[in-house]
């Protein structure tokens, strides 16, 4: 191979690279129906901390279709049913456990936090329909094909009332 040959060779390797196609990319296919993962850790009442199975740091996932309340940052207090809320989240995705991550095709891939926006499954159940149905999130309504699942799961909350339903202001 000639010196052009291999030049053009290594300027595509490297934009292959720059644009996430080499080894380093440790993002996920979003064409597949599910991608296994491990917890490393529960930021909050919808964030979570993946590894890959060979243990690369895929950072954060936010569950996508649910807003749970926030935890205190910069001085500011918990909101009300924040730290429940990350303990519900806890228990459904202990550190350690293996999760199915699956791509909502309605939302983009990441937030503006660049955290994954994905669907969280574990033991074959959707955790954001279960926080929701015990109170500790809140549906965000947008077009997705879980809407009418997520919403019925709130109102079965709200009519309880469950979680942040029975115990916070609204």
């Known amino acids: 191979m000639n010196h ?8 595509l390797a490297g934009i292959g690279a720059a644009v996430g196609f080499g080894a380093g990319d440790h993002g996920e296919d979003r ?5 296994h993962v491990i917890v490393v850790a529960v930021i909050d009442g919808d964030t979570i901390r993946v590894h890959d199975p060979d243990g690369r740091d895929l950072g954060r996932v936010r569950l996508t279709r649910i807003d749970a309340p926030e935890l205190g940052r910069d001085g500011q207090p918990d909101q009300c049913w924040a730290p429940q809320a990350r303990t519900a989240l806890a228990s459904l995705t202990p550190v350690g456990a293996t999760v199915t991550l699956h791509p909502d095709p309605a939302q983009p891939d990441r937030d ?5 926006l994905r669907h969280v499954e574990h033991n074959g159940q ?4 279960q926080l929701l149905e015990e109170g500790s999130a809140r549906h965000s309504p947008a077009r997705s094909h879980r809407s009418a699942e997520y919403a019925a799961a709130q109102d079965q909350a709200q009519s309880n009332p469950s979680g942040l339903w029975g115990h916070c202001p609204t």
């Open 4 to 11: 052009l040959g291999r030049a053009v060779l290594l300027i």
């Open 31 to 35: 064409g597949t129906s599910g991608h």
């Open 112 to 116: 503006r936090y660049g955290r994954l």
């Open 126 to 129: 959707d955790v954001g329909r």
